[in-house]
């Protein structure tokens, strides 16, 4: 029995018609709301900082996870597939955008049904 080993390199489109980089800026959008939400839930300033250090970190990396993510579709549907190039990419600002926009939002609602916090973090 002979095994074929023909790794495949693939250029395929990076906008949303293609249905691979569809999914890949879902997936991250996805992964980047439910870390901005739990990021919302800061109890002090000091936590709020860093957890919008930490938020401004991962939408930098949005441009190489959803590569990576789009990368890995293509390798779970045909294991040949060794590496793919994205025409263009798939759009950098939706995910940061959704899950900014998903963030504030809860954000606001916690603010709102929540108990009043002061500075140091302690209910008043």
């Known amino acids: 029995m002979q095994v074929s080993l023909d790794l495949l390199h693939i250029t395929v489109d990076g906008s949303l018609r293609n249905p691979y980089a569809a999914v890949a800026v879902a997936v991250w959008a996805t992964i980047l709301t439910v870390a901005a939400v739990r990021m919302v839930r800061s109890i002090t300033r000091r936590q709020a900082i860093s957890r ?57 609602y916690l603010r709102v049904t929540r108990p009043s916090v002061s500075a140091t973090g302690s209910s008043v």
């Open 52 to 108: 919008i250090a930490l938020f401004a970190g991962l939408a930098f990396l949005t441009r190489p996870a959803q590569i990576l993510v789009g990368s890995l579709l293509y390798w779970i549907g045909d294991r040949a597939v060794n590496s793919v190039s994205f025409l263009g990419g798939p759009p950098v600002w939706i995910a940061p955008a959704v899950s900014s926009t998903v963030a504030l939002s809860t954000w606001a």
